[in-house]
């Protein structure tokens, strides 16, 4: 068996909100432009949730090669396409579609299909990617990521299939996909953001080495983790 590589974590505290998007932004943008520079283009993968939503709203604003960012996602739920609970209609919602990013390079997950039938097709067109220049993802109150729950399959070793049909997820919808462990740790760069005071244990016990799902994300370059300081539980920047 393939040993698994120790997940490396640097932790960087920001005492609100602010701080935390517009450092997110610079990094997204910079790893957008070395991408670009070195390889002509720019995989990334997106996270739902409210902290994500603020960074996309604030992209929309920025200058940035386009045409060269091909947009992927991380999970998704297995409602009709244009659902608002998507996060693929989120996306569009507060950044893609005011920003001229080609619809050929913005890669949805089919999830209104079904799970079983949208993980095979979104493994199928992830074979599309090598390594991801940027995975976004978020931490959830109980120590999951994209759609990696406890208790639940994580797709953590090399043949796992790239993208997971998720069923009796532990919050609504029920039925999701999800790139597996393995396949999002295949990234140049991997970057969490967290806030608020919910994600305190969460981020306490991933500290303290438990076998929190977010703890299955382990990129060769290990991950960064962006929290402000009701996440971390403490006062002070670090």
């Known amino acids: ?79 009709a396409s244009n659902d608002p609970d998507r996060n693929s209609t989120m996306a569009r919602d507060e950044w893609l579609d005011h920003v001229p990013i080609p619809p050929s390079n913005v890669h949805p997950i089919p999830a209104e299909r079904g799970a079983r039938e949208a993980a095979a097709l979104c493994a199928r067109e992830l074979r599309m990617v090598d390594a991801f220049d940027l995975v976004l993802l978020g931490l959830g109150e109980d120590g999951h990521t994209a759609s990696l729950f406890p208790g639940h399959e994580w797709g953590v070793h090399e043949d796992s299939p790239g993208a997971l049909a998720v069923f009796d997820a532990p919050k609504p919808p029920p039925e999701r996909v999800s790139l597996g462990a393995h396949r999002l740790s295949h990234a140049r760069y991997v970057l969490f953001l967290v806030e608020g005071t919910g994600k305190r244990a969460a981020v306490a016990a991933w500290k303290r080495g438990e076998a929190i799902p977010a703890a299955s994300i382990r990129p060769a370059a290990g991950v960064d983790v962006l929290l402000d300081a009701a996440a971390s539980g403490t006062t002070q920047p670090g």
Not at 11 to 30: C, E, I, K, M, N
Not at 46 to 55: D, E, H, I, Q, V
């Open 1 to 79: 068996m393939i040993a698994v590589p120790a997940q490396s974590v640097r932790w960087h505290v920001f005492p609100d909100d602010v701080s935390l998007l517009a450092d997110a932004r610079s990094r997204v943008l910079g790893a957008a432009r070395d991408a670009i520079a070195h390889r002509q283009a720019f995989d990334i993968v997106l996270a739902g949730g409210n902290t994500p939503r603020k960074l996309y709203r604030a992209l929309r604003q920025s200058d940035a090669d386009w045409s060269r960012w091909h947009v992927w996602f991380g999970d998704e739920r297995c409602l």
